[in-house]
C-alpha cells in the first residue's frame, strides 16, 4: 500500500534527526573516516541476508545506470556535504544543502504519473521557512568567499534530490541493491580518509557505541528504508516531511540538555509540522472510500 511504503520511507527522517546527536557522540573520528566506518556497518544486514538468501546476489546484477545512481548518490552527497562543511560556515553551507526536500517536491512534477500540488509546493516552503528559522538562530551571513563551499552545499542539495528521484524511476530495482551502494560508498570513503585525513579512533566504549549506532541506523538502515519510501510511496509527502529531520534534530538536542526551547524554535514547530500536514493532506484527509 502507498500509504504504508511512505510511512516506512518517514522512519528514514526519524533516524536522520538523531544524526547530529550520535555524530557528536561519537568523538571527533574525521568525516571521510566516520563515514568509511558507518557505511560498512550499514551494508553488513544485507551481506548477512545474502549469505542466508545466496538467491538474492542476483539483485545486484543491475545496469551500469542503477550503479551510477545509487553510488553517485550516497558518496556524491556525502562527498560534497563534507566539501561544503570544509569551505564554508556550517550554518550557512547546511541550510543550502537543505534545500534537497524542496527540490525532490518540485522536480517530483517530472516522474511519471505524479501530479504537483500547489498544497505540495506550499507545504515545502514552509517546512524550508521553519528550517531557516531554526539554523539562522545566530544569524546568517553569506560570505562571496566561501562561494565555493555554498556551491558544493548547493550540488549536494541536487545530488540528493536527484538520487531520490531517479530511485523512484527505477522502482522494479530491489531495494537488496542499497547493501552494493553502501559498501561501495565505504570503500571510496575510505580512500577520501586515507588521502586527505588523519586517522582518529574512537577514545571511549561510548564513542565505539555512537560510531556503531551511526551505522545501523541513520547511515544504514535509514538508507534502505528511504530507498523503499521513495519507489513505493509518495515522494511528494516524503520530500515535504523531510524538513521534520532539522527540527527533530534540534529538539533532541534541547532534550539531551545542548540547547534550549525558545519562540523561534516553537514557530519552526508550527511551519514544518504545519508544511507536512499541508502537503499530505490529500493522503491524511483523503475520503474513506479512497484507495491507499
Not at 24 to 36: D, V
Not at 116 to 128: R, V
Not at 139 to 167: I, N
Amino acid at each position: 500500500m502507498k500509504t504504508r511504503a511512505t510511512l516506512i520511507g518517514f522512519t528514514a527522517i526519524l533516524m536522520w534527526s538523531i544524526l547530529a546527536l550520535m555524530t557528536a557522540a561519537s568523538g571527533k573520528m574525521p568525516p571521510f573516516q566516520l563515514s568509511a566506518i558507518t557505511f560498512a556497518i550499514g551494508s553488513l544486514p544485507g551481506i548477512l541476508l545474502f549469505i542466508v538468501r545466496p538467491e538474492r546476489l542476483k539483485t545486484l546484477r543491475q545496469p551500469f545506470k542503477v550503479w551510477l545512481a545509487g553510488v553517485g548518490g550516497l558518496f556524491g552527497y556525502h562527498f560534497l556535504y563534507f566539501t561544503a562543511l570544509r569551505n564554508a560556515p556550517p550554518v550557512e553551507a547546511g541550510l543550502i544543502a537543505y534545500l534537497w526536500p524542496l527540490l525532490i517536491v518540485v522536480g517530483s512534477a517530472l516522474l511519471p504519473g505524479e501530479k504537483l500540488g500547489w498544497h505540495h509546493i506550499l507545504g515545502a516552503i514552509a517546512g524550508l521557512a521553519g528550517t531557516v528559522l531554526i539554523v539562522s538562530r545566530d544569524g546568517l551571513a553569506f560570505d562571496p568567499t566561501y562561494s565555493l563551499g555554498y556551491a558544493a552545499a548547493f550540488l549536494c542539495a541536487f545530488t540528493w534530490a536527484a538520487y531520490s528521484l531517479v530511485s523512484r524511476k527505477f522502482e522494479a530495482v530491489s531495494t537488496d541493491v542499497v547493501t552494493g551502494f553502501c559498501l561501495a560508498t565505504s570503500i571510496l570513503s575510505l580512500a577520501c580518509h586515507l588521502t586527505l585525513e588523519t586517522t582518529v579512533w574512537p577514545e571511549s566504549p561510548s564513542q565505539w557505541v555512537a560510531v556503531v549506532g551511526l551505522g545501523l541506523l541513520p547511515v544504514g538502515l535509514a538508507f534502505y528504508t528511504w530507498d523503499y519510501g521513495v519507489k513505493n510511496g509518495d515522494i511528494q509527502i516524503l520530500g515535504a516531511s523531510s524538513y521534520a529531520a532539522p527540527l527533530l534534530s534540534t529538539l533532541n538536542l534541547i532534550i539531551f540538555g545542548f540547547g534550549d526551547f525558545t519562540t523561534t524554535i516553537g514557530l519552526a514547530c508550527i511551519l514544518i509540522t504545519g508544511g507536512a500536514l499541508l502537503a499530505a493532506k490529500d493522503m491524511v484527509f483523503r475520503k474513506k472510500d479512497a484507495t491507499s
